[in-house]
């Protein structure tokens, strides 16, 4: 039965790559289009790969991730991120229930076939509402060196398909064309794929690609920009100190925006530096619209930016923006993690704890969310669930554990956290000594870790407005009404 099977996988294969040659040497003509249905939201579903080379999935990976920031620069339509699409690799689903889940009404399906440096990909486009109907679809044969431009081409051809009207940004955008040398190209492609993992192991491999790709090709922006949001991400997690990542964001995000000024991520990167390590909030807004309005889709910059309106208070806008990344990309741990605060920062615990829970069910050691969660669970007094979560993610001693836990068990909460601020004050690796200390209502020494965090310009002094939303007795101290005028951050 074996040899039966591998036979007619052989077979498969065999007329596939026949099939693919014929569409090469242009002795079958593909591309028929279909009347689409009115369509504003498609899901890129990850690409087949018909070349017979497991080693490719990585790169096939990324050039998902690739196609799928290309055409989130369509205003018109909506394209779930990378992340929340690639969760249903291997799914054993249909293409309407993977919709449906998504709330997209229409789907991509791309093959994709390779001879040496030319790609060939099938790309056929899928509605699900009412019924699931292949409506279009297309094969395109390029060399590996002019992938980028293929991108531009597929999206454009889709936003014709499905009848979005492209404005005249969008049409100069993919207009625009380049060759890139193809080493560049397939190391781009891998450091994408390791990036959308956002772990510190998988930066690691992502910096290397994206580093790779510069060696092949200076010139190419986007290699750069991945490079600037390897370091966010890594400054993010803690991995590394501000004062060491931040000249290198710089320098790269610098180089990216120099080479290609319409490129989405590096105004992206901008608002992050000029929000969380410049505090210039009137430059960090503009850099978040701009990013947006050249890639309206990106759900992590558009939760950033929900951040961004948390802490200058406006918060119906906040609240806005969140939901809005929610749809965009509801199963990324990150996003799911950074959607919670503004959630639970404006007392929706419930809407908190849900998607908090949904991303660690996804990534079950997500250190934000896992951190988060801890946060949204004390703000509703379930203290058990708090004290196991702490317990298993501090960082500290078996002994340091013991004594909170005996304070916890025979006085309580607030007996822990006394505790736990008299390990901080010893050396121990306790964090946020001035949340700490709120909790207790010593304002005097939480300003002290307060204006401490400034003098070291912290990148997590920013978000010094969101205390006085649960603490309004905050609003009159002094010290803390200094410090907020010193940041230029609104008080009410």
Not at 36 to 41: E, G, L, P, R
Not at 258 to 281: E, G, K, M, Q
Not at 300 to 317: D, G, N, Q, T
Request: proline share 4%; aromatic share 10%.
């Amino acid at each position: 039965i074996t040899k039966i099977r591998l036979l007619g996988v052989g077979v498969l294969v065999l007329l596939t790559l026949i099939f693919a040659s014929l569409i090469f040497l242009d002795i079958i003509k593909v591309g028929t289009p279909l009347k689409a249905n009115i369509i504003d939201s498609i899901v890129i579903l990850p690409f087949d790969n018909f070349t017979g080379d497991e080693d490719l999935e990585d790169l096939f990976s990324g050039m998902q991730s690739m196609l799928i920031s290309d055409m989130q620069r369509l205003s018109n339509l909506r394209i779930p991120c990378w992340t929340s699409s690639n969760a249903y690799k291997d799914a054993n689903m249909t293409v309407t229930q993977i919709a449906s889940n998504l709330d997209t009404k229409a789907a991509i399906e791309m093959g994709i076939f390779s001879f040496g440096d030319s790609i060939g990909m099938q790309c056929k486009l899928i509605s699900t509402v009412p019924e699931e109907k292949q409506i279009w679809d297309k094969v395109y044969k390029v060399a590996k060196s002019e992938i980028y431009n293929l991108n531009n081409q597929v999206t454009k051809d889709i936003a014709e398909e499905v009848k979005v009207k492209l404005t005249p940004q969008e049409e100069n955008l993919l207009a625009e064309s380049r060759i890139v040398d193809p080493e560049a190209m397939d190391a781009y492609a891998m450091g994408q794929h390791f990036l959308e993992q956002a772990s510190n192991e998988s930066l690691e491999k992502a910096s290397e690609f994206f580093n790779i790709a510069i060696k092949n090709d200076s010139s190419w922006a986007a290699p750069y920009a991945g490079v600037a949001l390897v370091w966010v991400f890594k400054q993010q997690l803690t991995s590394v100190p501000p004062s060491v990542a931040t000249p290198i964001i710089k320098e790269n995000f610098e180089k990216a925006l120099a080479l290609d000024p319409n490129s989405a991520n590096s105004h992206y990167v901008n608002a992050l530096i000029a929000v969380w390590t410049d505090w210039d909030w009137e430059k960090g807004e503009k850099e978040f619209l701009r990013s947006l309005d050249l890639n309206p889709n990106d759900a992590l910059c558009r939760v950033y930016y929900a951040h961004f309106l948390m802490i200058m208070k406006r918060k119906e806008e906040a609240i806005k923006q969140a939901n809005m990344t929610l749809k965009l990309d509801p199963m990324r741990p990150l996003v799911l993690a950074l959607y919670s605060t503004v959630m639970r920062v404006y007392s929706d615990y419930e809407s908190a704890i849900t998607q908090l829970e949904k991303a660690l069910s996804i990534e079950p050691e997500h250190p934000l969310a896992k951190n988060s969660l801890r946060v949204a669970y004390r703000h509703t007094g379930n203290y058990e669930k708090w004290f196991e979560l702490w317990k298993n993610g501090v960082r500290l001693d078996q002994e340091s554990i013991a004594s909170v836990e005996k304070a916890f068990r025979e006085q309580g909460y607030m007996a822990a956290v006394e505790e736990m601020i008299k390990i901080g004050e010893n050396g121990g690796r306790i964090g946020g000594l001035s949340g700490l200390y709120i909790q207790l209502e010593n304002y005097e020494k939480a300003m002290d870790y307060f204006e401490q965090a400034y003098e070291e310009h912290s990148p997590g002094m920013p978000y010094l407005s969101i205390f006085n939303i649960k603490k309004e007795d905050l609003s009159d101290n002094a010290r803390y009404i200094e410090l907020m005028k010193k940041m230029n951050l609104p008080l009410e």
